[in-house]
């Protein structure tokens, strides 16, 4: 079989191997990728206010406890310390989701007695979040970020 393979049946073949892969990589990894999503479709006005995010985040860094969040069967429970707990008992979260815009969930919720507020598992769905809690005490703005895999 060797004998007759010259090499002009070398470069035909280098030839047609290199078009099966581009072309392997052209419809096998367009067919693979997942939907990706703008993170925001106003990317200079969101540029303009992130100051206010940094420093909302640097005071919730020099807090001695911050909200934290649990996740339940029922959903997730975000509990407030009462040193920290907003006067107004507003607090916006948002559950971020990085790879489906349709995933997000938004609110602005009053805690409720015991500085609680429980996100229920049916407006959840299954992957990775980003949990970002924001509030104000003493009129100083606070937020707080946390990588969040629901299950």
Do not use: C
């Not at 790879?99 to 049916?122: C, F, M, Q, R």
């Amino acid at each position: 079989m060797f004998k007759n393979f010259s090499w002009a049946h070398g470069v035909v073949l280098a030839l047609g191997l290199f078009i099966a892969f581009i072309l392997f990589m052209v419809f096998g990894f367009t067919y693979g990728q997942q939907t990706s999503e703008l993170v925001s479709n106003d990317y200079y006005g969101d540029e303009l206010v992130y100051q206010e995010v940094i420093d909302a985040k640097n005071n919730a860094a020099k807090l001695s406890e911050i909200p934290k969040y649990a996740e339940l069967a029922t959903g997730m429970k975000i509990t407030f310390p009462a040193t920290i707990a907003p006067e107004n008992k507003n607090v916006k979260f948002e559950l971020f989701r990085t790879d489906d815009a349709n995933l997000d969930v938004k609110k602005e919720i009053k805690l409720d007695a015991n500085n609680e507020i429980l996100v229920p598992k049916e407006v959840i769905s299954k992957g990775p979040y980003t949990l970002k809690i924001k509030w104000s005490h003493a009129e100083i703005p606070y937020q707080v970020d946390y990588d969040v895999l629901w299950k």
